[in-house]
DNA sequence: TATTGTTATACTCTATAACTATA
DNA sequence: TATAGTTATAGAGTATAACAATA
């Protein structure tokens, strides 16, 4: 009976989370068309933005994605102003991808649009009951890495 | 500095609420994948699963999408065996989409995989910080609510 | 011989617009 | 005249396979 109480609570709190991905998606895609960003795109934008210019090559790699795609989405970044693609120095097979002025614009106001978020989610918070969330999300975002990683082993 | 301390601890949160976004996104996709099914197809199974049999009207309604994407997913969904078409019983303009027994097993099978997330994500959490965590969740979901409810009523 | 990025082809999700059959 | 669902067309993301240029 106890666990059977557990069990639905657990239920019920995990359909909460999932009520807020599916929030937070919706967030996240309306700001990035704002933008005239797709989530994809920005993926590209963030690695640029973190890991600066890049071959096609590592961009798929970072996005975990074929270069077939690669070459798709770089076509529509440079198509609409955000990247540009250059002559690699040394390999000549190879090209540059690097983030343009009005990306680093958009960059800047992906950040704002951030940290506006965290306000609005956490900033009206008791401290107490904020570092217990922290906490907890520590710890399920910890159990989710785990049996992702198990998943793909066993695979 | 008491503000920009919270700041950047707000910032820091979000940004693991973002990694269990992509995380917990990343094994209903593959959870999907292994029953032969994409999230768009998923959602017209849950919606027919809690309402029943529906027109493609209802469908595209309930999905917030247009009735020729309705077309497309349920022409998937009839071929790979997960639901019918039939006749509506009074309007003949009108279709009626149902479930099939290959879709029932396979709610089930996703049930049984809510009920294991739960428990990996949540089982091994001591009752207290589970419930801190429950009452933080409530609060940001309530909040991404309204935000999302103020972004659109802007716009 | 291996690697980088492209063309060719195909599937899924999404949208708008025009059209058919029915209400 | 309005509604249900289709065809036609288009764009974005994704994949595999074959191929060119270069290493």
């Known amino acids: 009976m106890n666990v059977l109480h557990d069990t639905s609570k657990a239920s019920a709190t995990l359909d909460r989370l999932l009520e807020l991905v599916v929030l937070l998606g919706e967030d996240m895609t309306q700001s990035l068309a704002r933008e005239g960003l797709t989530t994809s795109r920005a993926h590209v934008l963030w690695v ?32 609409t102003g955000f990247v540009t693609r250059e002559r690699h120095p040394t390999d000549r097979r190879a090209t540059l991808v690097s983030l343009t002025e009005r990306a680093a614009a958009s960059m800047g106001q992906m950040h704002s ?8 989610l956490f900033g009206d918070m008791p401290a107490r ?27």
Request: net charge positive; proline share 3%; no cysteine.
């Open 48 to 79: 640029l933005h973190h890991e600066g210019p890049a071959t096609q090559r590592v961009l798929a790699d970072a996005l975990r994605v074929t270069p077939r795609n690669i070459t798709g989405l770089v076509d529509g970044l440079v198509a």
């Open 129 to 155: 009951r904020f570092s217990a969330f922290a906490t907890g999300l520590d710890h399920v975002t910890d159990r989710m890495r785990e049996g992702l990683r198990a998943a793909q082993a066993g695979r």
């Open 113 to 120: 649009s951030h940290r506006e978020l965290a306000e609005l």
